[in-house]
């Protein structure tokens, strides 16, 4: 195989016949085979990390919260078939039957399968068309097609919610990503984290597929309210335990309810070194303490006044983010500093839209995208305290 | 005062190489300008023209302390040039070795108003090169003042010789050298040192600092950083431990002793060298012959000269020559395998685990990217600057930024072990070297 790609690749190179595709021949070889590129210039080694393994440790960080959301999204439809006795209807009922499955929630394969026949066309639907842009881009501004997309397509179904058409999430990361980062020049001059900015823009563009209480199960006219909104209408018998939240079976966007594995996920970055403990740590910290002030004010109207602050660490979107969203590292933060007061900052605003905003009582996405605005703004004041402080030191002489 | 410095590269590679020492004699010779920052040659003596010890070979044109003074007895072999006729090296042959040279004032009689005198000295005997300057990392101007001269008594580099011992081997002539530095300068002199080296020195302007940490910390862009922070109208010197014992020598014995101790490394092989400055470096290896399959580079692995046939020369700056394996194969899959040779500061391969085969080579590791901030260059950095932001104004050609945040403080060297951790392989030390030449033509 090895020699296969040698002998393609003149046609690809400078002056051959299909120069323009470069991009595409490599990233097909060199996700094949590492590139045999020798260190130029007055370095001669270099670390073993390059872009490639930084995103594949990314998102075997992330998969294992997506095998249980898969799982999840069936099993929730399969509990609501099973008790409803609603029939679901359409080609994935044809798939499922043919398969040979029936809803059974006691069934583990029948709940992973029909989780799948869920996922899978989103996934397939996010990488096709998240694909042809990043490869477009590539070919047009004759870069390297960046691995980065990798991590950005599995996180983009992972945060919606099961029952969305796919054309809209389509259409949602069509704009998210042209506009949220390759016209900033692709990978790495981004500035919003490219998933969450495709799931903003599905969320403004189409709100009737992103929220409510009919999209959290994936079983049409079936209507099933997240934890969080559960509590914002009844308050403390929402029907929920603490430890629903950390082990995830509940209804929610695909990926996010297992607080748990989002957890390992966490560790797994942390352990690694790829994501910075510091925004974690921050984030924690940010939502925890907020929300115990909330708890110690208190409310008679608002519900969600009164959720306990430590609820609100494995309901809904937080650790999911926490684990995964904020952590990226370009929309992030970049001094040491400035990332533990960024994560702060998201932890503080995503309980701001949690609590006080009844209309929707889920605020990571919000929180996070608002936190990558001002990302910069927080660096600014690291940087210029440090540039101060060196000017102090020139006044000596 | 004592500093230690966290952080830092542990690159698991031998350190403080401490074997026999074999004494190279090579009558080959050659100058590689590419050593010495914009160098403006101007030649004083032709090929194949004769030379004798102590004739001046090549100058520069800006520079009056940078002359290139000959150690030996012999004749100016070939002159290489690239393109646009660029000197690339000066090689001559002949019999080195020390010699008989009276300074114009013994040691007792030193002091600062014979400053110029003192200066003169040192050019003529060829060892003023020792002493660079910063801002802007040249061979310092005689004609400048420095605020500060740092002595660096320390080398953290891999495969370095073991300094403690050179000093301690020296002591003499490194006081002696001490002395002469400390007029030239009417600022302090800054000597930095590991805590278990005794030095005694009595001078009014003299300051011991000892400092612990791994590389860089031996570098003089990391200490500028946090001792004597740069701008433009600051200005300092720095030279190395061996340096100064030449100089002490010049004026204790009144002699030009140009030889140096060199260590050699070549994955877990090491050796120590005496060998004279600029001398071939050919002469080091045993089996190896330059080929294909190894890299030679003078310098360290983590930042050194690749060597061809016409610049197989010792690094000016750096005591060590070292091999590097190049890479030969491209591995299937290598982002998904285990990793048990590759090495990372991050925890990412098993080689954190079971360090024990990990290999160096002359691999990239990966492509080129866009810069990708993960921590690695908060992980390694020993600096003050809040290094991401300052690797960024450096690539994308803010200046204004660049200097507020203390580009000025840093050399190519300083940038080695950022580029060594870049995930997108951004080669920080090419655009540093870019952004110093396009502050310097603002001035």
Redesign the interface.
């Known amino acids: 195989m ?1 020699k296969f790609f040698d002998k393609l690749a003149p046609y690809f190179h400078k002056g051959g016949r299909f120069e323009r595709f470069f991009p595409i021949f ?1 990233m097909v070889d ?25 995103m ?2 990314v998102f075997f960080a992330i998969l294992p919260t997506a095998i249980f959301g898969i799982y999840n999204v069936g099993y929730q439809a399969n509990s609501a078939i099973f008790s409803t006795g609603i029939k679901p209807d359409g080609v994935r009922e044809l798939i499922f039957n043919y398969l040979g499955f029936s809803h059974n929630p006691t069934d583990l394969f029948a709940n992973f399968m029909y989780g799948l026949i869920f996922f899978l066309p989103l996934y397939l639907v996010t990488l096709v068309v998240g694909g042809f842009w990043e490869v477009l881009f590539a070919v047009v501004r004759r870069h ?1 097609v ?3 997309f990798l991590v950005t397509s599995l996180l983009y179904p992972l945060i919606l919610p099961p029952d969305v058409p796919l054309w809209q999430a389509a259409v949602a990361l069509s704009i998210g990503l042209v506009f949220g980062k390759e016209v900033f ?5 981004n500035f919003v984290n490219p998933a969450l900015f495709s799931r903003a823009i599905l969320f403004f563009s189409y709100p009737q597929a992103i929220t409510g209480n009919e999209v959290w199960v994936a079983l049409d006219g079936y209507s099933k309210a997240t934890p969080l909104s559960a509590f914002n209408e009844k308050g403390v018998e929402f029907g929920y335990t603490f430890i629903d939240g950390v082990l995830g079976l509940i209804p929610g966007s695909i990926g996010e309810t297992s607080a748990l594995l989002c957890l390992l996920g966490a560790i797994i970055l942390v ?4 994501g ?1 403990w510091r925004v974690m740590i921050g984030m924690f910290l940010g939502m925890g303490i907020t929300t115990l002030i909330f708890n110690i004010v208190g409310s008679d109207t608002n519900n969600m006044f009164n959720m306990p602050f430590y609820y609100h660490f494995v309901f809904g979107g937080f650790m999911f983010g926490l684990a995964f969203m904020i952590t990226d ?2 929309s992030s933060s ?3 500093g400035g990332k533990l007061v960024y994560g702060l900052l998201v932890g503080f605003m995503n309980a701001i839209v949690r609590v006080v905003n009844p209309a929707f009582p889920e605020g990571t996405m919000l929180a996070i995208l608002f936190g990558n605005i001002f990302a910069p703004f927080i ?1 600014s004041f ?2 210029n305290a ?2 101060k ?2 000017s102090r ?2 006044e000596g ?1 | 005062m004592m500093m230690e410095f966290k952080n830092g590269l542990k690159l698991p590679l031998p350190k403080n190489i401490d074997t026999d020492l074999t004494e190279i004699r090579t009558e080959s010779f050659g100058i590689v300008t590419g050593d010495f920052v914009s160098l403006k040659p101007t030649i004083v003596i032709n090929e194949g023209e004769k030379i004798r010890k102590g004739d001046i070979l090549f100058t520069d044109k800006y520079n009056r302390g940078l002359k290139f003074i000959s150690n030996v007895d012999g004749y100016v072999k070939k002159i290489y040039r690239g393109e646009k006729r660029r000197l690339i090296a000066y090689h001559y042959e002949g019999e080195s070795g020390p010699y008989h040279m009276k300074p114009n004032f013994s040691l007792n009689r030193l002091d600062k108003n014979n400053r110029s005198l003192l200066m003169d000295d040192l050019i003529n005997s060829g060892l003023w090169i020792s002493f660079r300057e910063r801002p802007f990392d040249r061979v310092a101007n005689p004609d400048h003042l420095p605020d500060k001269i740092f002595v660096i008594l320390r080398d953290t580099r891999p495969y370095a010789p073991n300094y403690n011992k050179i000093i301690v081997d020296n002591l003499n002539y490194l006081l002696a050298g001490i002395k002469v530095g400390s007029c030239l300068t009417d600022g302090e002199v800054l000597i930095f040192k590991d805590n278990n080296l005794y030095v005694d020195i009595d001078l009014p302007n003299v300051k011991i600092i000892d400092i612990s940490g791994s590389y860089p910390s031996s570098l003089v862009g990391t200490l500028i950083n946090q001792f004597y922070p740069l701008n433009r109208n600051r200005r300092i010197w720095y030279i190395d431990y061996q340096d100064v014992i030449m100089i002490g020598k010049l004026y204790l014995d009144e002699v030009v002793d140009r030889k140096k101790i060199i260590s050699y490394g070549y994955e877990k092989e090491q050796k120590l060298y005496l060998a004279c400055e600029f001398s071939s470096i050919k002469g080091y290896f045993d089996e190896i012959i330059y080929n294909e399959d190894v890299r030679i580079i003078a310098g360290t692995p983590i930042y050194g000269r690749r060597v061809d046939d016409e610049t197989m020369f010792l690094n000016r700056y750096i005591n060590t020559v070292s091999v590097l394996k190049e890479v030969k194969e491209r591995s299937f899959m290598g982002w998904l395998m285990p990793g048990l040779s590759r090495y990372s500061v991050k925890n990412v391969f098993i080689s954190k685990i079971y360090p024990n085969k990990i290999t160096f080579n002359t691999s990239l590791n990966g492509s080129y990217r866009p810069m990708l901030p993960i921590g690695s260059y908060e992980k390694v950095s020993m600096l003050n600057t809040p290094i991401t932001y300052l690797l960024r104004s450096i690539i994308t050609g803010d200046l204004e930024m660049a200097e507020k945040l203390g580009v000025l403080d840093f050399g190519e060297e300083d940038m080695a072990v950022f580029t060594f951790v870049s995930v997108g392989k951004i080669d920080y030390t090419v655009y540093l070297r870019k952004i110093l030449d396009e502050i310097e033509s603002e001035i």
Request: aromatic share 8%; charged share 30%.
């Open positions: 090895r490599e060199t996700f094949l085979y590492d590139p045999l590129i020798k260190t130029e210039g007055k370095v001669h080694i270099r670390d073993g990390l390059d872009l490639k393994r930084t594949i440790i390297e960046a691995e980065a020049g692709g990978t790495g001059k352990i690694t070194g790829i910075s590292p370009v970049m001094t040491n660096d690291f940087v440090y540039i402080k060196r030191l020139y002489n």
